[in-house]
């Protein structure tokens, strides 16, 4: 089981800035699709982006593309996510993942299903005011 804390929530007024970080242990983040999801009080838990192991592909949310921009450090075992011009719709807990990607497949197929992914972090609060 990969352990994944989150870090970097906070509040901010409308248009500001966050970020974010997950810093994963006891698996080796490599062999990992990552991503981050959001919940919105009263909401489902959605997809905000996924990446895949080496970092090469990503695939966000139409909410927040242009604005959101995750990267990995595989040598850190971390992965961020920046957020610029932040909106009062972002405000919501957010959740890294991970999902063991053994074969060629899982490394190519960037699932946005929550229920596919193995481990989650406890969630870090963003709060965004108008």
């Known amino acids: 089981q990969m352990q994944l804390v989150e870090s970097g929530g906070g509040s901010v007024e409308s248009g500001g800035s966050l970020r974010l970080s997950c810093a994963a242990s006891?698996?080796?983040?490599?062999?990992?699709?990552m991503g981050w999801f959001r919940q919105a009080t009263g909401k489902e838990r959605e997809f905000v982006v996924i990446v895949s192991p080496i970092g090469d592909t990503t695939y966000y949310n139409d909410a927040v593309k242009g604005r959101f921009t995750v990267s990995r450090d595989d040598a850190k075992n971390t992965m961020y996510l920046q957020m610029n011009n932040l909106e009062p719709e972002d405000t919501a807990v957010y959740y890294c993942a991970a999902k063991r990607a053994t074969t060629v497949m899982d490394k190519l197929v960037l699932s946005t299903s929550p229920d596919e992914y193995d481990d989650w972090g406890q969630g870090t609060q963003v709060t965004v005011s108008s």
């Open positions: 006891g698996r080796t983040f490599s062999d990992y699709v």
